[in-house]
């Protein structure tokens, strides 16, 4: 284990795709990890089992972050846990595309609630609750740079979470807590991967000089390196893991 055996990170949405792929990562980094999911126990519970098996520590907590005070509860658990919390690692998301002219009250206001709400919900706990030398780490999208078609109100929650990542990295001045954003390009996970053509998929991988998808493994390199030591003077960015895409 690395050096982070003592420190506590919160990752939400971490029942399977990035999320589970940066909670491996951070336990396999010493981190002691607490999976948040809103649904998936079965899978949720399994990575724990997982993480455990490899010698890491992790604790499941059910919570939807589009609720401040599931969100509150779930901080309180990891306190309650393992006496505080060093990192949150804002993951949890949902993406429903549509033209912005096709796009119904649902579509916008599931988007809003869970991708731009969730993530304040989760931002403005760990502002008040993370020990000092901590890291929040806002998962966004590569989408705000390419500004593709049907991705209009999924990429404005995203460009909102940027904003807010800029910002909240200036407030939490003398805390030596750093906040940043990881944007990934496409990735190969089911949230990605359904309802798409094997030809769009493709095409969508050669966007990018490396001519691939992203992995899940490819993202939680990245967080870890924003969670660790040598991300430690990094502060207020945004990290766009694309392979070149934007």
């Given at each position: ?6 420190k ?10 990035i999320g ?26 399994a990575?724990?089992?997982k993480?455990?098996?490899n ?26 846990a ?15 595309l ?23 919900n989760?931002?403005?706990?760990a ?7 901590g ?12 500004k ?16 807010m ?17 990881v ?31 992203g ?16 991300g ?6 945004t ?8």
């Amino acid at each position: 284990m690395a050096n982070e055996s003592n420190k506590v990170a919160i990752v939400t949405g971490a029942s399977r795709g990035i999320g589970a792929a940066v909670a491996e990562r951070l336990a396999k980094d010493g981190f002691t990890v607490v999976i948040n999911y809103s649904g998936d126990t079965k899978s949720a519970e399994a990575l724990a089992r997982k993480i455990e098996s490899n010698g890491g520590r992790a604790l499941t907590a059910k919570a939807d972050v589009s609720d401040p005070s599931a969100v509150r509860g779930m901080f309180d658990a990891a306190e309650a846990a393992f006496g505080g919390v060093d990192v949150l690692v804002n993951n949890a998301g949902i993406m429903k595309l549509a033209k912005i002219a096709d796009s119904d009250d649902a579509l916008f206001d599931q988007q809003i609630a869970i991708n731009l709400k969730g993530s304040f919900n989760a931002m403005r706990e760990a502002a008040k609750r993370l020990r000092d030398g901590g890291r929040t780490i806002n998962l966004s999208t590569s989408v705000v740079g390419v500004k593709l078609e049907t991705y209009g109100v999924y990429a404005a929650t995203k460009a909102a979470i940027e904003t807010m990542t800029a910002v909240l990295s200036k407030e939490l001045r003398g805390r030596s807590i750093t906040v940043n954003a990881v944007a990934p390009g496409p990735t190969a996970t089911d949230l990605f991967l359904n309802g798409k053509s094997p030809e769009l998929i493709e095409r969508m991988a050669k966007m990018n000089p490396l001519e691939r998808l992203g992995t899940p493994e490819d993202i939680a390199a990245s967080v870890s390196f924003l969670a660790g030591p040598d991300g430690s003077w990094i502060n207020g960015q945004t990290l766009r893991p694309n392979g070149g895409m934007v």
